[in-house]
């Protein structure tokens, strides 16, 4: 379920995805309220482009690092691609 910060408290969040369109980020929030994941999404910036990169804003989706593993097993299960930190890369 989407939260806003201060429900999270001083708990380390981890960056589990980037939507880059309204309509993933809202599809992206449906699955995790349907797995019962609390959530934290925010607006930031992101740069995007291959030739012409530019700053972009994204939907920026963190969960409890505890919760951080099945969260992206919602999302490569429903064919997102998840954020993915040098730490994670090696892991995961």
Known sequence: ??????????????????????????????????????????????VGGFLFRSERIGAFFYVKGTDAERARTVLRDNGWRPYQTPATETSG
């Not at 880059?20 to 449906?30: C, D, N, P, S």
């Open 1 to 46: 379920m989407r939260q806003d910060a201060s429900f999270f408290g001083e708990q380390d969040l981890s960056l589990v995805y980037i939507a880059k369109r309204l309509k993933e980020a809202l599809a992206v929030e449906e699955r995790f309220t349907a797995a019962c994941l609390d959530y934290l999404v925010e607006a930031d910036s992101y």
